[in-house]
């Protein structure tokens, strides 16, 4: 059973630093990355694994947030930094199994960034 399990969220003021991690088990990923969800809005994608080995991020948070994962592609980190109201968001974790299409979601956690 694949399981995507986000910690870390939480309540920051503008200006914080705040760390969310995401463990994945169940399966073999090939891939993972991290989505958000602000009130009232679409999910939008933030930060990803690439092809050739480099993250990809969302001009909302390029310079700021720093996404990595370990080589098993077990566990991914997301290092916010310079956090703005604009950032409050669910955060959620995704990751895609090797050989599948499609990504798994994890529950989301929330971070909420006060003015």
């Known amino acids: 059973q694949v399981q995507l399990v986000e910690s870390g969220g939480g309540l920051v003021q503008a200006g914080g630093s705040l760390n969310v991690s995401c463990t994945a088990s169940g399966s073999v990923f090939g891939a993972m990355g991290w989505y958000r969800q602000s009130p009232g809005k679409q999910r939008e994608l933030i930060a990803l694994?690439?092809?050739?080995?480099?993250?990809y991020y969302d001009d909302s948070v390029k310079g700021r947030f720093t996404f990595s994962t370990d080589k098993a592609k077990t566990t991914a980190y997301l290092l916010m930094a310079d956090l703005k109201p604009e950032d409050t968001a669910i955060y959620y974790c995704?990751?895609?199994?090797?050989?599948?299409?499609?990504?798994?979601w994890g529950q989301g956690t929330q971070v909420t960034v006060s003015s």
């Open positions: 694994d690439t092809v050739n080995g480099a993250a």
């Open positions: 995704v990751a895609s199994e090797v050989g599948k299409l499609g990504w798994k």
